[in-house]
């Protein structure tokens, strides 16, 4: 499967008429940023993380159950984690 690039770059706003201002604004493609500091151009990166079966299950049965989707789930975790001081190494 091949994605035809070409031309991407002069399409515009669609339905917006030739001499409308609005349609010289190009057309945004993609997801949008989870971070509204991103630059634009640049993408969110994409974690792809193993899990044992029973904890996909749990994690996403949980997350369901309280309105989550899997991925704010993580981030959310992820977040918590990094605001956690970190405990020195015992020797």
Known sequence: ?????????????????????????????????????????????????RAPLRLDVAARDRAAQEGWDLSTLVRDAVAAYLRAPSEPEST
């Open 1 to 49: 499967m091949t994605t035809d690039h070409i031309g991407l770059t002069d399409e515009h706003a669609p339905g917006a008429p030739p001499d409308d201002p609005v349609a010289s604004i190009p057309a945004r493609r993609g997801r949008p940023p989870l971070d509204p500091r991103t630059a634009p151009g640049a993408c969110s990166p994409v974690w792809h993380v």
